[in-house]
């Protein structure tokens, strides 16, 4: 993961990626990535994040905050304008959660919807 996020030994067409978790307490219930650039892959694709919840831990706001908190560190790393995420149409909940954090729906294919996030509408960092 180490190795990923410094864009070493990357199999052809991944770029560079950093891996983020949420705990509560001593529990992981939360794994986020941030991919740093977009191939053409990823700009039609997954997009810059990805992310899951434990299935125990979700309906508990834990995807809320950790896209936020996600967000908050991908926004000075990510080169482009928005944010990209990709979500499967049979799952509202995480269109909800990227809804909640300020995306909007760009665009949409038969199974999935195609989100941005300004990175103007995030906070800066001080």
């Known amino acids: 993961?180490?190795?990923?996020?410094?864009?070493?030994?990357l199999p052809e067409g991944y770029v560079p990626e950093t891996f983020l978790f949420l705990w509560q307490d001593d529990e992981i219930v939360g794994q986020f990535r941030i991919r740093h650039c977009l191939c053409e892959s990823l700009r039609n694709?997954?997009?810059?994040?990805g992310y899951c919840i434990k299935k125990e831990?979700?309906?508990?706001?834990?995807?809320?905050?950790?896209?936020r908190l996600t967000l908050e560190?991908?926004?000075?790393?990510?080169?482009?304008?928005?944010?990209?995420?990709?979500?499967?149409?049979d799952n509202p909940a995480?269109?909800?959660?990227?809804?909640?954090?300020?995306?909007?729906?760009?665009?949409e294919d038969p199974d999935h919807y195609f989100v941005?996030?300004?990175k103007e509408t995030l906070c800066k960092t001080v």
Do not use: Q, T
């Not at 190795?3 to 030994?9: L, P, Y």
């Open 1 to 9: 993961m180490i190795s990923s996020s410094k864009g070493e030994n």
């Open 45 to 49: 694709g997954a997009g810059h994040i």
């Open 57 to 67: 831990c979700r309906g508990k706001g834990y995807g809320k905050e950790g896209l």
């Open 73 to 89: 560190i991908a926004k000075d790393i990510v080169p482009e304008e928005e944010i990209y995420l990709r979500v499967n149409k």
């Open 94 to 107: 995480s269109l909800h959660v990227m809804l909640w954090n300020g995306g909007y729906i760009h665009s």
């Open 116 to 118: 941005r996030i300004k």
